[in-house]
């Protein structure tokens, strides 16, 4: 990387060099780890700077116009990335950080497969990686390990991909991710059923690069073709809609990053995990239709990684996602690619996953989609109220 794109001060204010990506449907930040704070309380600071969030408690007013970030969840994304050096090739190794707009409190626990995206380019662009080769990628949240292939064309250019809720074509990412099963559970099923009764309704609990809550639409008195608008404006759904998350999360045994588990009301403020979707028959051509949370807010297309799990439970017998969903091959003895598309606000988005059956489950070897992904800007952010603190562990970083 160019040694002058460095933090530095000008007119007495630090200033902190940015990459604002595009990641498939989602914005945010990628920082090169060899400037940022090792001191977590001064790196979540310089995230609350950089993306006008609360410096502290709560303001539901807060529109982040003294930042980068914008509102949505999947605008409030920030990467930190460095690359290691390996035997068999140099490893990307990534930190999510999620941010919300209307308070400080960040989100270490979970990866973004949409982001996830941009950091290929991202270390390319910042001459970290020459070639267009496949790189691993390590997400230390998770422990999920991703292959990233962008491909070059013969006068240097990126081969470039049209997405669905992005308009336009861009530089296409295919990314593989190896072995997701157990992102955040160690299982497939964590609670150990194909489907749960929850206040009477049927939900299928799965973990595959997301621990994800799978609801039959129709119970809900929906079809899982409404717009995001619609139903995030319904009080009444989104409330059954959290109650399901929070006794399903309970239930999963899902974890805070400190290895504790996770409490009712720690579940029901989260802005990570679990996902949780509805889903119902398709109508546009694909296999299964589906709307997606957050899980406090609706997704206006479909998460990557919640995709890649609900591809998976698709091929789970009995699972409320295979109940629903049309065309969809059966696995046999022997590993196979199994493509599903799936239906969301933005259009089809088509995973695919490699499994085979065994023992009356799908073993899950891979799961892969295409994303495209853009630099938006870089440059450096002047932080005016960074605390003292912050300034000089920043800078002591830069010889």
């Known amino acids: 990387m160019d040694e002058s794109f460095a933090p530095r001060l000008r007119h007495g204010v630090l200033e902190f060099p940015v990459h604002h990506m595009r990641g498939g449907t989602s914005t945010g930040l990628v920082l090169w780890e060899r400037w940022s704070p090792q001191d977590l309380a001064l790196r979540e600071e310089l995230l609350r700077h950089l993306m006008g969030v609360p410096l502290a408690g709560k303001n539901d007013r807060n529109k982040q116009i003294t930042g980068l970030g914008r509102g949505s969840p999947t605008s409030n994304k920030v990467f930190f990335a460095a690359i290691e050096p390996d035997p068999e090739g140099d490893v990307l190794v990534s930190t999510l950080a999620?941010?919300?707009?209307?308070?400080?409190?960040?989100?270490?626990?979970?990866?973004?497969?949409?982001?996830?995206?941009?950091?290929?380019?991202?270390?390319?662009?910042?001459?970290?990686?020459?070639?267009?080769?496949?790189?691993?990628?390590?997400?230390?949240?998770?422990?999920?390990?991703?292959?990233?292939?962008?491909?070059?064309?013969?006068?240097?250019?990126?081969?470039?991909?049209?997405?669905?809720?992005?308009?336009?074509?861009?530089?296409?990412?295919?990314?593989?991710?190896?072995?997701?099963?157990?992102?955040?559970?160690?299982?497939?099923?964590?609670?150990?059923?194909?489907?749960?009764?929850?206040?009477?309704?049927?939900?299928?609990?799965?973990?595959?690069?997301?621990?994800?809550?799978?609801?039959?639409?129709?119970?809900?008195?929906?079809?899982?073709?409404?717009?995001?608008?619609?139903?995030?404006?319904?009080?009444?759904?989104?409330?059954?809609?959290?109650?399901?998350?929070?006794?399903?999360?309970?239930?999963?045994?899902?974890?805070?990053?400190?290895?504790?588990?996770?409490?009712?009301?720690?579940?029901?403020?989260?802005?990570?995990?679990?996902?949780?979707?509805?889903?119902?028959?398709?109508?546009?051509?694909?296999?299964?239709?589906?709307?997606?949370?957050?899980?406090?807010?609706?997704?206006?297309?479909?998460?990557?990684?919640?995709?890649?799990?609900?591809?998976?439970?698709?091929?789970?017998p009995g699972s409320v996602a295979q109940r629903v969903a049309h065309g969809v091959p059966s696995l046999g003895s022997a590993f196979a690619d199994v493509e599903v598309g799936i239906e969301n606000p933005a259009g089809i988005l088509d995973a695919t996953v490699v499994a085979r059956m065994a023992a009356g489950l799908p073993e899950i070897r891979s799961a892969a989609y295409r994303r495209s992904a853009q630099v938006l800007l870089r440059g450096h952010v002047p932080l005016y109220r960074a605390s003292a603190a912050l300034v000089a562990a920043v800078m002591e970083r830069v010889v």
Request: hydrophobic share 45%.
């Open 98 to 316: 999620q941010l919300a707009h209307n308070h400080g409190a960040i989100d270490w626990s979970v990866n973004c497969g949409n982001m996830s995206a941009a950091l290929q380019l991202w270390a390319t662009d910042s001459g970290l990686v020459t070639s267009s080769a496949d790189l691993r990628i390590r997400n230390a949240n998770t422990g999920v390990n991703t292959v990233s292939r962008m491909q070059a064309a013969p006068d240097g250019s990126f081969v470039t991909a049209e997405i669905p809720g992005v308009d336009g074509a861009y530089p296409a990412v295919d990314l593989f991710m190896q072995s997701p099963v157990g992102a955040k559970t160690g299982r497939l099923l964590p609670t150990g059923s194909v489907v749960d009764l929850i206040d009477g309704y049927s939900v299928s609990c799965v973990d595959v690069a997301v621990p994800m809550v799978i609801c039959d639409a129709a119970e809900l008195g929906k079809t899982a073709h409404e717009s995001i608008a619609e139903l995030d404006a319904d009080p009444v759904f989104k409330q059954t809609l959290q109650r399901l998350w929070v006794a399903a999360g309970l239930r999963m045994g899902l974890r805070r990053r400190d290895g504790a588990l996770m409490t009712e009301d720690e579940l029901a403020r989260s802005e990570t995990i679990p996902k949780i979707c509805i889903v119902g028959a398709p109508q546009a051509g694909g296999n299964i239709a589906t709307r997606y949370f957050t899980p406090q807010l609706g997704h206006a297309s479909m998460a990557v990684s919640g995709g890649c799990c609900l591809a998976a439970a698709v091929l789970v």
